[in-house]
Each structure stands twice: as C-alpha cells, then as structure tokens.
C-alpha cells in the first residue's frame, strides 16, 4: 500500500475546490467547479451513438471536408464531449483546443472566427478521441495540471492534483507562515509534489522532506521540484509513510494518502483507471493507511508540532476517533469550497 498523494473521491462524494479553478481542474469528471458547456451549435454528425470507437472516427469533423473556425469546433465538440458522458465539456474542450493550437484559452475568443488549419485539426481530433474513447483525463493528455498557481508535470504514475487539495496547504501555512524559527515539514505520499512545492513556493526558510514508497513518484516530484527552481530545498525519500525519517521529528507533517475504500471502487468514473490504484485505494473503508499514519505520527512530531490529513467528508468522524486515541489535542477541521470536512489537524501533546 502506498502514502499517495491527492485522492479523488467515490461518485457519492462532490469535493469542492479550495481555490479558484484552473484551466484542466476537470479531467477526471470529479471536480464539481467546471462549466459544464453551452450545447450550442450543429453537429456535423448524423450518427447517434458517439460513445463507440467507431463512431469516434467518423462522427468528427473531417479534417478536408470544409473549413472549421476556431468557435465551430469549440461548439461541435462540447455538443460531442456532452453527450459522451463527459462532466465537463465545455471546459475539456476549451482546453484541449488551445492545446493542439499551442496557445491559451484567451486566445481562443479573440480568434473565434480563424480557421483552424488540416493539421491542428488532426491534432484536436486525436486528443478528443482519447478523451472519449479511453477516458484519458485531460490533465494526462497534456502532461501537465496547475496547482497553487504553479505548473506541475503529471503522468499515469501519480495522482493529479485535486483543487481541493489545497485546503491541507492552506491549513499548513496556517500553523508555520509566521514562524520565525526554521520549521520541518513532512509530506508524507508527496506523489507529485504538489504539497511539498506549493509549501516550499510559500515558505523559503523552511526545511521540507517529502516522502513516497513510489521510485516513479518520487522522481517527477524532484523533476518538478527541479522546474519550480526549489529542488535544492526540499529532500525526497523513498518508502512507506515514516520508513524513510524513523528517527526524525518535525514541527508539521502533512499527506493526502490513499482513502478510497474498495466497496467504493465500482462507483469511481473510468477516468481513475489511468492513475496508480496504490495511491488510489486503502483497505475496504478507506482507513487503511491513515489508521497507520496516526498511530505513528506522534513519534515522528516535535512537542506542541502539527498534523493536517486529506480525507474524505464521510470519514471526519472516525478520523477524529483515531486523533484522540492516539494521544492527539486541539483538533480541528478544514472545510473545502463546498463547505464539505476535506481536512482533519490535531496538535501533538506539547511537553
């Protein structure tokens, strides 16, 4: 089982966003904060079934049939991308057009009226295909997802970050911004990195370790650690939740791990089976691996230092149970734009 990093929720679940959403925030299909999509526009098909591999092929827009502006296929395709099944359709097609135009999605209404040239449009078509026919979320189809404001390389070894992962960063900064000390901080599952580096990227006089049992992991965090210019300040080691740091203490420690239960994984959308299912699934309840994290946390914590957990909403009172069994004070909860319990913290028993 491995410490994961961001972990989206069952079906029955809506997370919401901590902060405002980015430009790929939806390509799973389980961020609630997208525009679903006007369904304005002729489709240029005449076959119903667009969920097939075949009529994926011949239901778009032939790249020489006729001249498409840049407004015709942001149209044609969020009326495709709706009704396949895709959340949001809007947003996926606004962004993977600008993707295959190689510019952003500004530009794409102040060009509304270009003409979109043979060889982009085989371009966007390839990248819709993929979106539809495998379900390949939009963040893996560009390789990249914003969190924090910041640019992070993704791929099908880590989790993309979840916007409402960003309620354990600001419930981090909450406890150390102000400090006038050096703080320690451990992110334990940083997958890739997004804790870690957002926490670097507001905290330059901090000392971060970030840990993962995944090697593949661990090495796009340092290569994003690396392209944010902090990979010098934060130290990445390899193993299971506290292996890597058995004799270390910190003032905080952080981690979004695993928490979807296996009763849970019929519900999941199809996009989840293209990320890592050891980042993804803890036990049948989901309690797995954070029943382990707090057992041993108090360990690896300096007295009065502090722990943050992403969790599901449906788990804040077991979690709570197992903070104050383990010897855990001054609990708190962090809520998510949605106003749904995304976070649990609990203050070490000062000395």
């Known amino acids: 089982m491995s410490d994961g990093n961001a972990t989206p929720q069952p079906a029955s679940s809506t997370p919401g966003a901590a902060r405002a959403t980015t430009a790929n925030d939806s390509s799973t299909g389980t961020n ?3 525009n679903s999509g006007a369904n304005s526009g002729t489709n240029p098909s005449t076959r119903s ?5 075949a009529s994926i ?3 778009q827009p032939d790249a020489r049939d006729r001249v498409w502006t840049v407004l015709e296929l942001l149209r044609w395709t969020t009326d495709y991308f709706d009704r396949s099944g895709i959340d949001s359709a809007r947003l996926d097609a606004e962004v993977l057009l600008a993707h295959a135009l190689e510019t952003d999605r500004l530009r794409l209404y102040v060009d509304h009226e270009k003409p979109v040239q043979a060889s982009e449009r085989d371009r966007f078509r390839a990248l ?3 979106r539809v026919g495998e379900r390949v979320p939009v963040s893996l189809l560009l390789g990249e997802r914003e969190f924090w404001s910041l640019p992070f390389r993704v791929s099908s070894d880590v989790l993309t970050p979840r916007p409402e992962t960003e309620t354990l960063v600001e419930a981090a900064l909450s406890k150390v911004a102000d400090s006038e000390s050096t703080p320690r901080i451990l992110d334990l599952g940083t997958g890739s990195g997004a804790i870690a580096l957002s926490l670097a990227s507001e905290l330059p006089h901090a000392e971060i370790t970030a840990t993962d049992l995944s090697p593949a992991a661990l ?6 650690a690396d392209h944010l210019h902090t990979g010098e300040r934060i130290r ?8 890597p740091v058995a004799s270390e203490r910190f003032d ?9 239960g296996r009763d849970d994984a019929e519900s999941l959308p199809p996009e989840l089976s293209h990320e890592p299912e050891m980042a993804l699934f803890a036990g049948a309840d989901g309690l797995d691996v954070i029943r382990r994290l707090v057992a041993e946390a108090g360990d690896h914590l300096s007295p009065g230092g502090w722990l943050f957990i992403e969790h599901s909403p449906e788990q804040v009172e077991a979690i709570e149970r197992e903070l104050v069994r383990a010897g855990f004070t001054e609990l708190e909860r ?10 649990s913290g609990a203050r070490w028993q000062a000395e």
Do not use: C, K
């Open 252 to 260: 905080l420690i952080v981690s979004n791990p695993p928490y979807v």
């Open 236 to 243: 990445f080691l390899a193993g299971d939740l506290f292996e």
């Open 219 to 224: 090495q796009i965090a340092s290569e994003n």
């Open 49 to 53: 079934d667009t969920t097939s591999n």
């Open 32 to 34: 609630p904060d997208t």
């Open 128 to 130: 819709v295909q993929r």
């Open 334 to 343: 962090r809520f998510d734009l949605a106003r749904l319990p995304r976070v």
């Open 57 to 59: 092929a011949t239901s």
